[in-house]
């Protein structure tokens, strides 16, 4: 059963912003640590940024001091601000608890082009 929703991915140039934005469920977004995911063409699903408890927060290092990730626990949301964007970050955006529960949502494309 899909919890999530993804949307906010777009076609931006290098050095842009976007916002990613996840809607989930109430509980999984007050259970569970959240994470944003990302999958590249040819290259397997990585987990790029997580929210834990206390609202402690987790980046892979090619993102870290451009993306942030918050949660909205009012509106049952998952963010991710993405800014100083490089081609690399072109990819399918995913969220999901961490580690990953149930089933994927249908994810949103990022895509880092001039």
């Known amino acids: 059963q899909v919890q999530v929703v993804e949307s906010g991915g777009d076609l931006v140039q290098p050095g842009g912003s976007l916002r990613l934005s996840c809607a989930a469920s109430?509980?999984?977004?007050?259970?569970?640590?959240m994470g944003w995911y990302r999958q590249a063409p040819g290259k397997e699903r990585e987990l790029v940024a997580v929210?834990?408890?206390?609202?402690?927060?987790m980046y892979v290092d090619s993102v870290k001091g451009r993306f942030t990730i918050s949660r909205d626990y009012t509106e049952n949301t998952v963010d991710l601000q993405m800014n100083s964007l490089k081609p690399e970050d072109t990819a399918v955006y995913y969220c999901?608890?961490?580690?990953?529960?149930?089933?994927w949502g249908q994810g949103t494309q990022v895509t880092v082009s001039s």
């Open positions: 999901n608890s961490s580690p990953p529960r149930g089933a």
């Open positions: 109430g509980s999984m977004i007050r259970q569970y640590a």
């Open positions: 929210i834990g408890y206390g609202e402690s927060t």
